[in-house]
């Protein structure tokens, strides 16, 4: 699809958009007008980009979900001074079921499911080729995918490897409806369910995506996010071989330096996607609450301690050194100052970590070794290379040197079976509460979550 033409009919787009961020807490409406968007091709095609804008919110990609991840995850590495409730209640580990950071994302990710769900079930509107069609599906899979993996990851008790994984998880809704406001009962699929639904998307996306595709999703973001997915699963070797297919067809490179994987007006060559952020669209709560009040930000909401610096062995790395001192004397990270940047969903970085820890956990060498993977990493950012023999435990604190404050903590604390804070991995106290307005519309849901009443 030519991207020229996809950027023209924004004008389209902001024409039958209405805003809902407002109204999610009552009655989450559906923000694009389903006769109208399903009535021709080009309304589908303003349709799609409206979920790359919908899933993009602050609310969700935009910041939220990878902040609720790392505030949930985080012990003693960093603090909330924030004046909010809603992240207080994370870090604490003290969710209330009103929490509005979690009903504003579980919302947002079923608005935007249900936009994948409309374009999905009216494909046949799409005549003009095959291939169009093909790659409109590919692209409705990957964002029905990416929002289901963040819902079942943060609202379920953790994937095991080698169980059966009939635990709750979420509602799995695969029909669209042009009327959202309506109640729309579902059952609690299975963990099980929700990842099998995931992979099936992204294996689609993957064989139906072209491999350049502009600014949006391509066969290797969905490649990258299958790699996350399996990582998660705890199944090693294919998260490996995925990370490995990644970083030799993508065409994806690191920069030269660590800093300039961040805070970058467009693609930087180590994105593999990137939500868009300019100064007219796009949201960054990463902005918001991790930012200086001149960088855009609240002036620190989300601060460094000094245990989050002393997990550096090397004082010269630049990771240990990319923060700066914000409006009230606090350690800040560097990775936000940019208030118009784009949000990197994949880099290439993470790429090299999972191929590392596969070939670790599967005794193998794919691609490269464990320690030419990390020490590429290492080398970019100054630090003293790493010699074999490694360890996951090795890779995992690598994967916070490099990751940290992208929303990978509490998650890889999970897969691992590590504690958090005190709490053991699969604490229900680790767990969102399912929002109290799908509680009440939803007949089929069932009892919420362990700790959160019925």
Same mark, same amino acid.
């Given at each position: 699809?030519?991207?020229?033409?996809?950027?023209?009919?924004?004008?389209?787009?902001?024409?039958?958009?209405? !805003?809902?961020?407002? @109204?999610?807490?009552?009655?989450?409406?559906?923000?694009?007008?389903?006769? =109208?968007?399903?009535? !021709?091709?080009? @309304?589908l095609?303003?349709?799609?980009?409206?979920?790359?804008?919908?899933?993009?919110?602050?609310?969700?990609?935009?910041?939220?979900?990878?902040?609720?991840?790392?505030?949930?995850? /985080?012990?003693?590495?960093?603090?909330?001074?924030?004046?909010?409730?809603?992240?207080?209640?994370l870090?604490q580990? !003290?969710?209330l079921?009103?929490?509005?950071?979690?009903?504003?994302?579980?919302?947002?990710?079923?608005?935007?499911?249900?936009?994948?769900n409309?374009?999905?079930d009216?494909?046949?509107?799409?005549?003009?080729?095959?291939?169009?069609?093909?790659?409109?599906?590919?692209?409705?899979?990957?964002?029905?995918a990416?929002?289901?993996?963040?819902?079942?990851?943060?609202?379920?008790?953790?994937y095991?490897?080698?169980?059966?994984n009939?635990q709750?998880?979420?509602?799995?809704?695969?029909?669209?409806y042009?009327d959202y406001?309506?109640?729309?009962?579902?059952?609690?699929?299975?963990?099980e369910?929700?990842?099998?639904?995931?992979? @099936?998307?992204l294996?689609?996306?993957?064989?139906?995506?072209p491999?350049?595709n502009?600014?949006?999703?391509?066969? *290797? /973001?969905?490649?990258?996010?299958? /790699?996350?997915? *399996?990582? =998660?699963?705890?199944? *090693?070797?294919?998260?490996?071989?995925a990370?490995d297919?990644?970083?030799?067809?993508?065409?994806?490179?690191?920069?030269?330096?660590?800093?300039?994987?961040?805070?970058?007006?467009?693609?930087?060559?180590?994105?593999?996607?990137?939500?868009?952020?300019?100064?007219?669209?796009?949201? !960054?709560?990463?902005?918001?609450?991790?930012?200086?009040?001149?960088?855009g930000?609240?002036?620190?909401?989300?601060?460094?301690?000094?245990? *989050?610096?002393?997990?550096?062995?090397?004082?010269?790395?630049?990771r240990?050194?990319?923060?700066?001192?914000?409006?009230?004397?606090?350690?800040?990270?560097?990775?936000?100052?940019?208030?118009?940047?784009?949000?990197?969903?994949?880099?290439?970085?993470?790429?090299?970590?999972?191929?590392?820890?596969?070939?670790?956990?599967?005794?193998?060498?794919?691609?490269?070794?464990?320690?030419?993977?990390?020490?590429?990493?290492?080398l970019?950012?100054?630090?003293i290379?790493?010699?074999?023999?490694?360890?996951?435990?090795?890779?995992?604190?690598?994967?916070?040197?490099?990751?940290?404050?992208?929303?990978?903590?509490?998650?890889?604390?999970?897969?691992?079976?590590n504690?958090?804070?005190?709490?053991?991995? @699969?604490?229900?106290?680790?767990v969102?509460?399912?929002?109290?307005?799908e509680?009440?519309?939803?007949?089929?849901?069932?009892?919420?979550?362990?700790?959160?009443g019925?």
């Amino acid at each position: 699809m030519n991207n020229i033409y996809r950027f023209s009919i924004l004008l389209l787009l902001t024409l039958i958009i209405f !805003s809902c961020e407002d @109204n999610l807490e009552i009655d989450p409406e559906q923000s694009i007008d389903g006769s =109208q968007a399903l009535s !021709s091709e080009q @309304n589908l095609d303003a349709l799609l980009l409206g979920i790359y804008q919908e899933s993009g919110q602050g609310v969700s990609f935009g910041g939220d979900i990878q902040i609720m991840a790392d505030l949930l995850g /985080a012990s003693d590495q960093i603090s909330w001074f924030g004046t909010f409730v809603a992240p207080r209640q994370l870090i604490q580990k !003290s969710l209330l079921v009103d929490n509005t950071f979690v009903r504003d994302t579980w919302f947002n990710n079923y608005e935007s499911i249900n936009q994948t769900n409309l374009i999905i079930d009216n494909l046949d509107i799409i005549t003009s080729s095959d291939d169009k069609k093909a790659q409109v599906e590919g692209e409705a899979k990957f964002l029905r995918a990416i929002n289901y993996f963040e819902l079942i990851r943060l609202w379920a008790l953790p994937y095991e490897a080698g169980a059966t994984n009939n635990q709750a998880g979420v509602p799995l809704r695969l029909t669209g409806y042009e009327d959202y406001s309506q109640p729309l009962p579902a059952e609690r699929a299975s963990v099980e369910e929700i990842y099998a639904q995931i992979l @099936n998307d992204l294996g689609d996306a993957y064989t139906k995506l072209p491999t350049s595709n502009g600014v949006f999703a391509t066969k *290797y /973001a969905a490649q990258a996010i299958r /790699a996350r997915v *399996y990582l =998660q699963m705890q199944n *090693y070797a294919s998260a490996r071989d995925a990370a490995d297919d990644v970083i030799e067809n993508s065409g994806a490179s690191l920069t030269e330096s660590f800093a300039g994987a961040f805070n970058n007006d467009a693609n930087s060559p180590e994105d593999i996607f990137a939500f868009q952020v300019t100064n007219q669209t796009g949201e !960054s709560d990463f902005i918001t609450f991790y930012a200086s009040q001149d960088n855009g930000g609240r002036g620190g909401d989300i601060v460094l301690n000094p245990d *989050y610096f002393a997990l550096f062995p090397d004082a010269d790395d630049e990771r240990a050194n990319y923060s700066y001192i914000g409006d009230y004397g606090d350690d800040l990270t560097g990775k936000y100052t940019n208030q118009f940047a784009n949000i990197p969903l994949i880099r290439l970085a993470e790429m090299y970590l999972i191929r590392a820890e596969g070939n670790i956990i599967e005794t193998t060498s794919i691609g490269q070794t464990p320690e030419e993977d990390i020490n590429m990493l290492r080398l970019r950012s100054g630090a003293i290379t790493v010699t074999a023999p490694l360890t996951q435990d090795d890779i995992l604190l690598e994967r916070q040197l490099e990751l940290a404050f992208e929303g990978f903590l509490l998650h890889d604390l999970k897969r691992t079976k590590n504690d958090i804070d005190g709490l053991p991995y @699969n604490d229900p106290t680790l767990v969102l509460p399912i929002p109290q307005n799908e509680m009440d519309t939803n007949d089929l849901i069932g009892d919420n979550n362990p700790g959160y009443g019925s």
